[in-house]
């Protein structure tokens, strides 16, 4: 995988032959969502709404031109379980083959305030909240550092580009969290900071489109960014 771009740009995609869409998407609602917990690398499970979620998206997938031919999407999933279950049921639903996972696409080390919730860091940490305001989690100690972030980031966007690439792909369907989103987000634009954040709601929808222009960088949009789930289909 080519991890020396500084940037996923048009010319990062110019190897591409055919058009492909990427679509990235937070896992449904976990018990540690519900709960007002910073999960990190906690693996928290999905609750039952978090599961209907994901039946929903599915089902709007399945509707999506470049879903036509599910033997021409790929789906990618970060290992850990409330992004694979949310992938998997995605898969059941749209007619996708199942998910392969992808260690990259896993969610980042929130440090010491793993396992804590958004409740009790605000009065039991008055002094470093402001930090946190200020640098979200470059301020948090032991958390994943934002050059990490930045790398990993680019490092799963290549690996997806080449599944694209070599199996010739419509569509490309990573599921991940919203923390690594803001990263995957981010290196589009070169951004190496935490700011400014982008929303991602349980199961949002990132679709990013990329189109080759023969002999030159391809052209490339962000199509929709925290795409809610649609009330019913």
């Known amino acids: 995988m080519n991890t020396t771009t ?3 740009d048009g010319a990062f995609f110019q190897e591409l032959k055919l058009p492909v869409e990427f679509v990235f998407i937070r896992h449904g609602e976990s018990e540690g969502n519900a709960s007002g917990v910073f999960q990190g690398l906690l693996d928290f499970p999905l609750t039952d709404r978090g599961r209907e979620q994901a039946r929903l998206r599915g089902q709007q997938l399945r509707s999506l031109p470049f879903c036509s031919r599910p033997e021409l999407v790929g789906l990618y999933t970060s290992p850990m379980g409330r992004a694979r279950e949310t992938a998997e049921l995605i898969a059941e639903t749209a007619g996708f083959a199942k998910p392969l996972v992808v260690p990259a696409l896993t ?5 010491v305030w793993t396992g804590k919730a958004w409740a009790d860091v605000q ?3 008055k002094e470093l909240w402001p930090h946190f305001r200020a640098k979200s989690w470059a301020a948090i100690p032991q958390a994943e550092s934002e050059e990490a972030l930045y790398k990993r980031a680019l490092l799963s966007w290549s690996f997806l580009r080449d599944q694209a690439i070599e199996h010739r792909l419509h569509g490309v369907i990573a599921v991940s969290h919203a ?3 803001q990263w995957l987000f981010r290196v589009t634009m070169g951004c190496k900071s935490w700011f400014p954040l982008i929303p991602v709601q349980n199961c949002g929808m990132f679709r990013f489109k990329v189109e080759p222009i023969a002999n ?3 052209y490339i949009a962000w199509d929709t960014i925290n795409e809610p789930l649609p009330p019913s289909l």
Request: proline share 6%; net charge negative; hydrophobic share 35%.
């Open 6 to 8: 500084e940037r996923v």
């Open 107 to 111: 969610e980042l080390d929130t440090g």
């Open 216 to 218: 030159h960088p391809a």
């Open 179 to 181: 923390g690594f989103l």
């Open 123 to 125: 009065s039991e940490a």
